[in-house]
Antibody, heavy 123, light 112 residues
Framework: EVQLLESGGGLVQPGGSLRLSCAAS????????MNWVRQAPGKGLEWVSG????????YYADSVKGRFTISRDNSKNTLYLQMNSLRADDTAVYYC????????????????WGQGTLVTVSS | DIVMTQTPLSLSVTPGQPASISCKSS???????????LSWYLQKPGQSPQLLIY???NRFSGVPHRFSGSGSGTDFTLKISRVEAEDVGVYYC?????????FGQGTKLEIK
């Protein structure tokens, strides 16, 4: 059974940093690209970042480029999102999501999503 | 960036009746290789999003046959042939032909 378990969310002051983790199990982690998608309170979905199965290709939304870094440790079956210079508008539930299709460098469709971890940026 | 526009933003449907959601993209989602990168997700209350439809019309594993997707180019539709109580939630279309990926605003389905 595929499982994705996010952690690392919490309350942080503007300008601060957090690192989110997504522990994956139940599939061959290194062969699937992964995404981070967020949802601000009461709002819709926003794609944040993506990474290829090897970790060699990464992709970012303009809103987080230069502040967030996506990475993965395939030996630990874990996806990460390092978030620096956090702003109030980064407040959201952050979901990790697995690619439906194996072997592609990007996630075109996400078949499994974690339960999400809440990041609150506030003083 | 590609803008995804859904209509309506909300709809209230009697159980057993059909429902339809439109999604329009600001650019064609048809790739030169022949695939169209349009998908539909449902976020039930208090849950994470779940994949319903990918590549316009392919139902994901386990998705009931009452859900169907259609369309081409820039105009797409999600149809539910006979709405059931478990279908409540917010439906999102998403394009993945071009980075940054983008979602529609969401359509909230309620049961009358």
């Amino acid at each position: 059974e595929v499982q994705l378990l996010e952690s690392g969310g919490g309350l942080v002051q503007p300008g601060g940093s957090l690192r989110l983790s997504c522990a994956a199990s139940g599939f061959s982690f290194s062969t699937y690209a992964m995404n981070w998608v967020r949802q601000a309170p009461g709002k819709g979905l926003e794609w944040v970042s993506g990474v290829s199965g090897s970790g060699g290709s990464t992709y970012y939304a303009d809103s987080v480029k230069g502040r967030f870094t996506i990475s993965r440790d395939n030996s630990k079956n874990t996806l990460y999102l390092q978030m620096n210079s956090l702003r109030a508008d980064d407040t959201a539930v952050y979901y990790c999501a697995k690619a439906l299709l194996r072997g592609y460098s990007r996630v075109y469709y996400s078949d499994y999503w974690g339960q999400g971890t809440l990041v609150t940026v506030s003083s | 960036d590609i803008v995804m526009t859904q209509t309506p933003l909300s709809l209230s449907v009697t159980p057993g009746q059909p429902a339809s959601i439109s999604c329009k993209s600001s650019q064609s989602l048809l790739h030169s290789a022949g695939k169209t990168y349009l998908s539909w997700y449902l976020q039930k209350p208090g849950q994470s999003p779940q994949l319903l439809i990918y590549e316009v019309s392919n139902r994901f594993s386990g998705v009931p046959h009452r859900f169907s997707g259609s369309g081409s180019g820039t105009d797409f539709t999600l149809k539910i042939s006979r709405v059931e109580a478990e279908d409540v939630g917010v439906y999102y279309c998403m394009q993945s032909i071009q980075l940054p990926y983008s979602f529609g605003q969401g359509t909230k389905l309620e049961i009358k």
